[in-house]
């Protein structure tokens, strides 16, 4: 069996771990919980006849007084960068994140999560320019959270 580890990364309360719980567990917690360290998680799948392990580790959000510890961030095929679509500090943080993560992880490929999508309306949806590695995602209704780790799993196996 192939194993992949790819990281959430984000900012504080933009949802990484509950698009974790929504993936691993099909469930939604409406409670915040915050992260402290990393969380590992597991998820087996198949893709084209094959098996393949996601070790998924939630890490906990940045703050501007706090960055994830580079310790975290090595050795990842992936990632998943996560913001609140509600939060524009959040969207403009991503770029920091992504460079940052791939300085340690050149070869590594990513998606994006507009996280929180379920609270915009129509609108607000079309201010937002979306590339083929971004993704509108609620983990409160599911939207997208399965295409977006399936999408970095088949990318990260190319």
């Known amino acids: 069996m192939i194993r992949k ?9 933009v949802g990484k771990t509950s698009l974790i719980r929504r993936y691993i567990e099909n469930t939604f917690e409406d409670k915040y919980l915050t992260t402290i360290g990393v969380k590992i998680s597991k998820k087996t799948l198949s ?3 094959k098996e393949y392990e996601l070790i998924i580790w939630d890490v ?3 703050t501007p007084q706090k960055k994830v510890p580079e310790s975290y961030l090595l050795g990842a ?3 998943i960068f996560v913001a609140d679509c509600n939060r524009e500090e959040t969207v ?5 994140h992504i460079e940052r993560f791939l300085s340690l992880n050149p070869d590594a490929k990513y998606v994006k999560a507009y996280n929180k999508s379920d609270l915009l309306t129509d609108q607000q949806q079309e201010l937002f320019v979306l590339d083929g590695s971004s993704f509108f995602t609620s983990a409160k209704d599911g939207l997208n959270v399965n295409c977006l ?10």
Do not use: H, P, Q, Y
Not at 5 to 13: A, E, Q, T, V
Not at 92 to 96: S, T, V, Y
Not at 149 to 155: D, G, N, R, V, Y
């Open 47 to 49: 893709i084209d006849e």
């Open 5 to 13: 580890k790819i990281l959430l990364l984000g900012d504080f309360n």
């Open 60 to 62: 906990e959000g940045r």
């Open 77 to 79: 095929s992936g990632a």
């Open 92 to 96: 403009k943080d991503l770029k920091e």
């Open 149 to 158: 780790f399936s999408t970095l799993a088949k990318e990260m196996l190319l």
